[in-house]
């Protein structure tokens, strides 16, 4: 709590000193200078066979204001949405960044970057930053990582409980691009008072400190060795009884060590080595312990250890390659029923024939396999699968004073097989597809038509699918300055499960987008697509559900002059 404290204290007294900046360099300034950005967006669904997929309606409001003065400028933005299913939980999202020079403030929904093992998410609340344009760098926050779900338990549309979770963190460094040192801290925690009694014998509040240390050397110009390692104290119920001993009391203060917290590491490390332009590559090791949490990320895939090559070349003009290597295995403990790797590995070349004609082509593939953790691995249950996949994509463009054209080719083979010598083939899928794609542009009408084919066949599991889509389209500009563009899209597709079933669809959607003095931005968009059921063991002869989508979008970019009482000039 005092180093909580003593980091609000610190927030504000740089706040207050930047805005004393602020203030003087004000004065003494050119023209305040405005530049922003208003718009909504608001569209409409509608289907026959229900409207559990989208809200029947949606609205976006959102304004986006830039305030500059010579060395300071000050970011503001502002979010609302109603796009929720049952339109009971509108959300709004207000944002503010200040900057003077080196200085950078946080007000509002923000993000800053910290260590991927640290915090990868946004905050809603306060903090600062500052960026030394040579070496040392710093930053500070504190803020509502996520909002708490507390609805009524009674109700049948009660959404999934979570209490309201707070946190802080600091982040300090020193270095350049090539060279740096950088140390950061996280605290966060769940406010338990947050949720309804209801709701607490149900969730356990979670709380957490990480620390990570991230650096970089680059001794000789063609290597570099950059880490990034992080260490968690995390604790999964802080309803659980504390630890009394003399090592947990240490953090008393920041970190209440219980019964049900925990230690834990996550880093990697890489060297990468670069050759001019003529090669880099790079190797990567990484490790993630189990149960290694961070308060401060979406999520994060724990108990494995990882080893990636990845190597790109040039060795003559116009050819390129590339290759990747990735092994990943878990039951880092040896406390799980099995144990399982995986080899990720691809390779890709593409090259450029004269001035007309582009060719490229990949190769790649995973491997699966199973082994023993707790429990011994037997040969009627073992999981080994292996899945590889070849494309070939060759291309032409030819321009000319009147026309222009463009044509693609493409060809791919998926393979997913099972290796096991018990259960060989009745699991295994083999996919083929083509695709021709052909654009044609008329420079006299200002208009450009386009057209798309593409076929799929399926084998697996005893059955053939078989998919084939055809997609028309045409688009033209309007006035001098091509302010207007109209756009057009047809598509057609056939789905069968061979000697079983059939589905058909049609739809087809309409764009007009105007630009008006370069500022006003309308557009208005409409669809229809005409299907049988989804479900191709059920579907009808005849196309009878219907999607109906439409949206009406409008956004302003303006920029204002404006100081001393002096007349705005707009752009």
Not at 66 to 95: A, E
Not at 120 to 141: K, L, R
Not at 224 to 248: C, P, W, Y
Not at 314 to 321: A, G, K
């Amino acid at each position: 709590m005092r180093i909580r404290n003593k980091l609000l204290c610190l927030l504000a007294t740089a706040s207050l000193a930047t805005q004393a900046q602020n203030i003087s360099q004000i004065a003494q300034s050119d023209p305040l200078i405005m530049t922003g950005v208003v718009g909504t967006r608001n569209t409409y669904y509608h289907s026959s066979v229900g409207d559990g997929y989208a809200a029947p309606m949606s609205n976006l409001f959102y304004l986006n204001l830039n305030i500059n003065y010579k060395d300071f400028s000050m970011p503001v933005s502002f979010y609302f949405t109603n796009d929720n299913l049952d339109f009971n939980h509108p959300h709004v999202s207000f944002s503010l960044n200040p900057r003077y020079k080196n200085w950078t403030g946080y007000i509002g929904r923000n993000s800053m970057a910290f260590s991927n093992y640290v915090m990868n998410m946004s905050f809603n609340g306060v903090g600062i930053e500052y960026n030394d344009q040579h070496s040392f760098h710093f930053g500070a926050f504190y803020g509502v990582l996520r909002n708490a779900i507390n609805d009524d338990p009674n109700s049948s549309s009660a959404r999934y409980p979570q209490y309201k979770r707070l946190g802080w963190g600091v982040k300090v460094g020193y270095g350049n691009s090539n060279n740096y040192i950088d140390l950061y801290f996280l605290r966060a925690y769940d406010r338990l008072k947050s949720l309804d009694d209801h709701w607490q014998q149900r969730l356990a509040p979670q709380e957490n400190i990480v620390v990570g240390l991230k650096g970089s050397i680059r001794p000789i110009q063609w290597f570099s060795l950059t880490g990034n390692l992080a260490t968690s104290l995390f604790t999964s119920d802080m309803r659980i009884e504390q630890v009394k001993t003399e090592q947990a009391d240490k953090w008393g203060g920041i970190f209440d060590t219980r019964y049900s917290s925990m230690a834990r590491l996550a880093g990697d490390v890489s060297a990468t080595f670069t050759l001019k332009n003529l090669l880099n590559a790079s190797l990567v090791y990484r490790v993630i312990q189990p149960d290694y949490t961070s308060l401060g990320t979406y999520y994060m895939a724990n108990n494995y250890q990882s080893f990636g090559v990845n190597v790109s070349a040039m060795p003559v003009q116009n050819l390129t390659l590339m290759g990747t290597f990735s092994a990943q295995s878990d039951n880092l403990t040896q406390k799980q029923l099995y144990t399982t790797r995986g080899f990720v590995y691809s390779l890709m070349a593409s090259t450029r024939i004269g001035q007309h004609f582009n060719i490229s082509a990949g190769y790649n593939g995973y491997t699966q396999n199973q082994g023993d953790g707790v429990v011994k691995v037997t040969d009627s249950t073992k999981v080994n699968r292996v899945m590889r996949s070849f494309s070939l994509t060759p291309s032409a463009s030819f321009y000319g004073e009147e026309m222009t054209h463009s044509i693609s080719l493409s060809a791919s083979l998926t393979q997913n097989r099972d290796r096991n010598k018990k259960t060989s083939g009745n699991s295994d899928v083999t996919s083929k597809a083509v695709g021709l794609g052909y654009t044609m542009g008329v420079m006299n009408w200002d208009m450009d038509f386009m057209a798309n084919l593409s076929h799929q066949v399926s084998s697996g599991y005893k059955n053939k699918y078989i998919s084939s889509i055809a997609t028309l389209g045409a688009s033209r500009s309007f006035f001098k300055d091509k302010g207007m563009n109209v756009t057009l899209n047809v598509n057609f597709c056939m789905n069968e499960l061979e000697k079983k079933t059939k589905t058909f669809s049609v739809g087809g959607d309409l764009s007009l987008g105007y630009t008006l003095n370069r500022v006003h931005v309308f557009s208005v968009m409409a669809g229809v697509n005409k299907y049988n059921d989804v479900n191709l063991t059920l579907q009808g002869k005849d196309p009878d559900a219907m999607d109906i989508s439409a949206s009406l979008n409008y956004t302003y970019t303006f920029s204002l002059f404006d100081m001393g009482g002096k007349a705005g000039k707009r752009y």
